[in-house]
């Protein structure tokens, strides 16, 4: 599961002690991050925007 700290929070991982940053992954599984999750300290991080296609085809590989 990748998270963000919500806002105002000072958010620490557990194993390394470094504050943790926007699109941090965790286990969704260990207690720790599931706590912090449930409190509100750490909100699920949106979603990447999906890479859009191109409508433009791509001239790669061509003679011209």
Not at 14 to 35: L, N, Q
Not at 46 to 60: D, Q
């Amino acid at each position: 599961m990748i998270v963000d700290p919500a806002p105002g929070a000072l958010v620490r991982d557990p194993v390394t002690s470094h504050v943790i940053t926007t699109g941090t992954e965790v286990d969704e599984h260990a207690p720790y991050w599931s706590r912090l999750l449930a409190d509100g300290d750490v909100v699920p991080a949106a979603a990447p925007a999906a890479p859009r296609a191109s409508l433009i085809p791509s001239r790669e590989g061509s003679d011209q």
